[in-house]
């Protein structure tokens, strides 16, 4: 019996199914994607507790923080924590509506996924729209 990776020895304990036999789902980035929300909005509360700082102490720190979030770079950081924010609020409602034991058939968690995906950008956009008149 040749060296086959697939094909446990005896007494070898059961091998885990891999990512490599999955096919890769819209619920799977979801879930994926709200992981990953997750750690981003921890990292970019710590951005608006550098610009209450900012805030509080004024003067040159302030305009220095200030100018960072109008420089273009700012501006995407900041446009990625609105839709960061948006994707996790409404997945989390995603995960809640699941806790009552709904929307868990196959074809409904896709169609919601897809769901969440498309509401957090338009959410995003339109916060971003109305932010931007000010």
Do not use: E
Not at 111 to 134: D, E, R
């Amino acid at each position: 019996m040749a060296d086959n990776p697939t094909v446990a020895k005896p007494g070898a304990r059961p091998l885990s199914p891999h990512l490599q036999i999955w096919r890769f789902t819209v619920t799977m980035a979801a879930s994926i994607t709200h992981r990953g929300t997750g750690i981003a909005n921890a990292g970019g509360i710590l951005l608006v507790l550098l610009w209450a700082l900012a805030l509080s102490v004024g003067g040159a720190f302030y305009d220095a923080v200030s100018g960072f979030f109008a420089s273009p770079l700012g501006f995407v950081i900041c446009v990625g924590y609105i839709w960061t924010l948006s994707f996790h609020l409404l997945n989390g409602l995603r995960h809640l509506y699941w806790d009552t034991g709904r929307g868990l058939a196959p074809k409904t968690a896709s169609l919601t996924a897809w769901a969440v995906y498309l509401g957090s950008a338009a959410m995003a956009i339109v916060f971003i729209s109305i932010a931007g008149g000010q």
